[in-house]
Every structure is written in C-alpha cells, then in structure tokens.
C-alpha cells in the first residue's frame, strides 16, 4: 500500500510565498514521475509542475517563473515553492506520483490535497 500526504498549505497575502511539499510511504521501489495538480472551486483538476525522476521539469504557462517544483528522491519527497502568489492560484493542490511497488506494480497514487488560499 502506498500513501502520498501533502503539508504546507494554509493562507498567504498575494506576492507573497508559500512552500508545499509531499511525502509519498509505503510499499515503493521507486518513484518516476512526480507532480503537482490544483483544483479550484468550479473548475477543473489542472496540471502545475511536474518532475522527472532525473530533474527535468514541466510548468503550467500560469506558473512559470513564479513557482518551483523539486524533489528528493532519498526521502520521496516532492516540493512546490510558490513565490509571487496570486488570488487565481487559490486552489486544492494534488500531488501525484507514478510508483513502481515492491510487488512489481506500477501506480498512480494521489495525495488527499492541501488548500492554498491566496487573499488580494
């Protein structure tokens, strides 16, 4: 069994910086991609940021040069630093995960999400 938990999320003025970050336990032999997805009331679940399981990066076009995703995969540990926040970016922050088991599976787990809320 596998279980991703998100911390860090809460209320931040705009412009200012908030820091997420995700645990992912369990019965994991290692973990590929990582992301980040968010989901505002009404709206749809959107992709953020996503990370390779080597470094390389991918950001939604609303966030690039204001957030950054990172990881460590010693600690399976994937990192959204949000800097220059904005009202649009209220949302339910997802962090997702593709998990290779110790049972030789392969897995998308999901995290039970954070609320961020961005105050103008």
């Known amino acids: 069994q596998v279980q991703l938990v998100e911390s860090g999320g809460g209320l931040v003025q705009a412009g200012g910086s908030l820091r997420l970050s995700c645990v992912a336990s369990?019965?994991?032999?290692?973990?590929?991609?990582m992301g980040w997805y968010r989901q505002a009331p009404g709206k749809q679940r959107e992709l953020v940021a996503t990370?390779?399981?080597?470094?390389?990066?991918n950001y939604a076009d609303s966030v690039k040069g204001r957030f950054t995703i990172s990881r460590d995969n010693a600690k399976n540990t994937v990192y959204l630093q949000m800097n220059s926040a904005k009202p649009e970016d209220t949302a339910v922050y997802y962090c997702n995960a593709d998990i290779n088991t110790f049972y030789s599976s392969r897995i998308t787990g999901w995290g039970q999400g954070t609320q961020v809320t961005v105050s103008s």
């Open positions: 990370i390779s399981r080597g470094g390389r990066t």
């Open positions: 369990g019965s994991i032999s290692r973990i590929d991609d």
